[in-house]
């Protein structure tokens, strides 16, 4: 049973155009929710996070968007950039589960020159 | 962040033999876990490495194939025994620095396991 899914495998943007990467969870008890971008032969990097308690959080271009009656998020990139091209993934822990995290399959993002 | 290394970055291995993973980090951490990650699938947790006593398996995970150490703050290895091409995935290691960074985990490179 998948508890975190991205159901779009892939998503293409021009450069300069927002990114919304959709994330979508199905167990109430996550509370806090990550972001990590992956390019090909590297570990995820963490990019950015958000609390049950807020909304949105912002971080330069990337902002993360929680809807939590609907147990949604996404993640938006303004502006997209050639180098945004990887692979991102969600996942989402329960605080105090001695920090596991549950990922989503991932999105694949290209940004198109 | 931690700096997290992995060694070795990659290896092609015959089946029915066993790998050894190390996972580095430059600072004292309380957490480190070991993920893998099959061809077009998600990361999925196989353990937390747990630093003086035995790891914790996730379901479907079991210690006499993925045995683990962690004699430190900053070491642990993963060992993939008796392998099967099955096993062929990206592993990698990950570390929870402590209270202040919420849940956040920080990874290493991974370490891409081919098995003929």
């Known amino acids: 049973d998948q508890q975190v899914k991205q159901n779009s495998p892939s998503l293409s943007v021009q450069e300069g155009r927002i990114s919304i990467l959709n994330c979508d969870y199905t167990n109430s008890m996550f509370d806090y929710f990550l972001w990590y971008k992956k390019y090909p032969a590297e570990g995820p990097t963490f990019l950015i996070s958000i609390s049950s308690i807020k909304d949105k959080n912002e971080d330069g271009r990337f902002t993360v968007f929680l809807n939590k009656s609907a147990k949604h998020l996404s993640l938006h990139i303004v502006p997209s950039q050639p180098g945004d091209s990887a692979v991102y993934f969600c996942a989402a822990s329960i605080t105090g589960a001695n920090s596991k995290l549950t990922f989503g399959k991932g999105i694949t993002l290209s940004v198109r020159p | 962040s931690a700096v997290i290394s992995q060694k070795p970055s990659r290896d092609i291995c015959q089946r029915g033999t066993s790998l050894t993973i190390q996972c580095q980090v430059d600072s004292q951490v309380t957490m480190m876990f070991w993920y893998r990650q099959q061809p077009g699938q998600s990361l999925t947790l196989i353990a937390t490495a747990n630093q003086g006593s035995e790891a914790t398996y996730e379901s479907g995970f079991v210690i006499d194939k993925f045995p683990i150490s962690r004699p430190n703050l900053t070491f642990s290895t993963l060992t993939v025994s008796n392998m099967s091409p099955e096993d062929s995935s990206i592993y990698l290691c990950?570390?929870?620095?402590?209270?202040?960074?919420?849940?956040?985990?920080?990874f290493g490179p991974g370490t891409r396991l081919l098995v003929l």
């Open positions: 990950s570390v929870h620095p402590g209270s202040w960074a919420q849940e956040t985990q920080y």
